[in-house]
């Protein structure tokens, strides 16, 4: 025999959920030193979880966030990599500014289209046996 039970994700949650990659990407260009390392590190498993949310928008929207973020990180590799010695020390504030530029307005961006979407509850039935 089994039995029904059902969880409900609020429209609410699944807002916050939504927007919380934003969030850490305009914390990570901010504050480049340390948060974003850290910040790489912490998203693959944040997007990991987030990716598969019940409510598919959240997915989305994280999804898109991502892009953004890995885009910044996978063009700092090869500048980095294959960059002139000393032009960290002499450049680092223009590529911080950069970072911020190309960051912070797609995050904004992405948190006014969150906010202005509806967001409806998703039940999840779970089957116990």
Known sequence: MSINEANIVTGESAKSSAKLFSYGNIVAVLIPLPMLIFWFGASIVFYATQRHHPNPRVGYYTQI?????????????PVLTFAPEG???????????ICIVLIVPLAIMQLIKINREEWKDVTIEKQQH
């Open 65 to 77: 966030a991502a892009y953004q973020y890995y885009a910044l990180a996978g063009l700092l590799v």
């Open 87 to 97: 032009f960290f020390k002499n450049y680092w504030l223009i590529m911080w500014i």
